[in-house]
């Protein structure tokens, strides 16, 4: 009988293989989320069809019970001229802050509308600010904050706070460089 390795945990292979089998989940939740999550990117299906519940309008009172019917932070732009604040999430907390505006009903499939997301899940932080070095990505700072985007497709921006580490922001803009100007705003913020 071999006695126990005095080796403390993380110095040895063993450990080294548990810390990268660690960080290898952290990292495949960030990107599970960041393609599963995403309104759009590619043509694909509106995020829409996946909120549990209607979509639905929130007046200017009704913002403070956002968060609490959700049961967690939501991230917006704040309030912008000429737009609607729709309201959607699912049943695993992602929630969807879409900025409607002319004469679109909540739940409208179009994506032409500016849509601030929040991915809670734990490990966000990690791992956003590694996808924001990973080859082919654009890293960014923001106050308070990094992020990242694809260059080939720029309409969403992938955001992470140092003081909500549990919560991956995406800022989705259909136009250019339109989501990347709302990222480094200043203006996401979560909802009060």
């Known amino acids: 009988m071999t006695p126990p390795d005095p080796t403390p945990l993380g110095t040895g292979s063993i450990g080294r293989q548990k810390i990268a089998t660690v960080v290898g989940i952290a990292l495949l939740a960030g990107v599970v989320v960041w393609f599963a999550t995403s309104p759009n990117r ?28 959700i049961g967690h932070t939501v991230f917006w732009a704040g309030q912008r001229p000429g737009t609607r604040i729709e309201m959607s999430h699912d049943e695993i907390g992602n929630a969807h802050v879409r900025y409607l ?79 990347l100007e709302v990222a480094l705003s200043g203006d996401i913020v979560p909802m009060p």
């Open 42 to 69: 590619d043509g694909a299906n509106p995020i829409v069809g996946t909120a549990s519940g209607d979509p639905k309008l929130v007046g200017d009172g009704e913002m403070g019970r956002v968060t609490e019917e």
């Open 101 to 179: 505006t002319g004469g679109a009903v909540p739940g409208d499939p179009d994506q032409t509308y500016l849509d601030i997301g929040t991915y809670p899940f734990n490990g966000a932080r990690a791992a956003t600010r590694n996808l924001a070095g990973e080859q082919g990505l654009e890293r960014i700072t923001v106050s308070g904050g990094v992020g990242f985007f694809d260059p080939e497709r720029p309409t969403s921006v992938y955001l992470v706070f140092t003081d909500r580490p549990d919560y991956q922001v995406e800022v989705y803009h259909p136009d250019g460089d339109g989501a």
